[in-house]
């Protein structure tokens, strides 16, 4: 299935700007690690995983991971790319493996660290990532009450199962933020 097709299977699965567009975060992201990790051969491959990741969270939120590798399978993808696509889930979705392959470690790792990122954007007067700074960041995820929904815990085992240190896999996202922020601009206004 070409990105075409994966963002038709999106949309027909979620409708809301905010869904699509962590989808969308989440495909530029997976695509700069890919890069920046030495598997840009396998870089289309990371950005569909990041792109349907969340492919049943809008429609079925209780049943999180549990439908999408049944839309996946209809849609025709193999059962190692459902797999990395419900890696994500590990811990936290009924029947989720762990992560293995690099690719799902940094997914794991960053699907929650993203939506931080995102929500402290939206309170700088920008409104960007583009002029946040590292230290800012570090205190937002210290904050406990600040996007409350974002797991530190997730965030942190994350980068445990990457090996890095927790300001690492934050730098390293926030850098990847900050180099797909007009391109997922572009996009959600294309939605």
């Known amino acids: 299935m070409d990105r075409t097709q994966a963002l038709a299977l999106l949309?027909?699965?979620n409708q809301e700007t905010f869904h699509l567009q962590h989808a969308l975060t989440l495909e530029q992201v997976l695509g700069w690690f890919a890069q920046e990790l030495g598997y840009g051969e396998e870089r289309a491959h990371w950005e569909l995983v990041g792109l349907?990741?969340?492919l049943?969270?809008?429609q079925h939120p209780e049943r999180h991971c549990e439908v999408t590798p049944v839309l996946l399978r209809d849609a025709g993808?193999?059962?190692?790319f459902i797999r990395s696509v419900i890696s994500?889930?590990?811990g936290i979705c009924q029947g989720s493996p762990a992560p293995e392959h690099q690719m799902?470690?940094?997914l794991f790792a960053t699907d929650e660290l993203t939506g931080l990122i995102?929500?402290?954007a939206l309170m700088r007067p920008s409104r960007s990532v583009m002029d946040m700074e590292l230290k800012s960041l570090k205190k937002k995820f210290k904050d406990k009450s600040f996007a409350a929904g974002c797991s530190r815990d997730t965030i942190s085992q994350g980068a445990q199962m990457l090996g890095w240190e927790l300001d690492e896999l934050l730098d390293k996202t926030l850098q990847?933020?900050?180099?797909?922020?007009q391109t997922i601009r572009r996009q959600v206004e294309k939605l």
């Open 77 to 80: 993808f193999d059962e190692g």
């Open 56 to 58: 049943d969270f809008e």
């Open 104 to 106: 799902e470690k940094v």
């Open 88 to 90: 994500h889930g590990y």
């Open 11 to 13: 949309r027909r699965h």
């Open 118 to 120: 995102g929500a402290a």
């Open 176 to 181: 990847a933020m900050k180099a797909s922020e």
């Open 52 to 54: 349907l990741h969340d």
